[in-house]
Nanobody, 121 residues
Framework: QVQLVESGGGLVQPGGSLRLSCAAS????????MGWYRQAPGKQRELVAS???????NYADSVKGRFTISRDNVKKAVYLQMNSLELEDTAVYTC???????????????WGQGTQVTVSS
């Protein structure tokens, strides 16, 4: 069974920084794209950033220049460095990974449990 476990959320003042981490574990043969999504109260879930196994990154326009996604393929982990946080960044952040479990031919989407990020003065 594959699991994604996040850490690093919390309360921060506007202009502050947080670093989110997400580690995959279980019977994993390969991981393709990994990413972070967020959902604010009353809003739809949106993609924040994603990164392929080769390192190609994609960002939502609202976080470009402030957030940086990275990954460690050996540790099967993805990170989101969030700087210059704004009130509008308040949301539940969830990591996602396209995982090929051991013994399977296909990739499947797995999700973490989510971590709360609150930006408030």
């Amino acid at each position: 069974q594959v699991q994604l476990v996040e850490s690093g959320g919390g309360l921060v003042q506007p202009g502050g920084s947080l670093r989110l981490s997400c580690a995959a574990s279980g019977s994993i043969f390969s991981i393709n794209e990994m990413g972070w999504y967020r959902q604010a109260p009353g809003k739809q879930r949106e993609l924040v950033a994603s990164i392929t196994s080769g390192g190609t990154m994609n960002y939502a326009d609202s976080v470009k220049g402030r957030f940086t996604i990275s990954r460690d393929n050996v540790k099967k982990a993805v990170y989101l460095q969030m700087n210059s946080l704004e009130l509008e960044d308040t949301a539940v952040y969830t990591c996602n990974a396209a995982v090929q479990p051991t013994g399977f031919r296909q990739y499947y989407a797995y999700w973490g449990q989510g971590t709360q990020v609150t930006v408030s003065s």
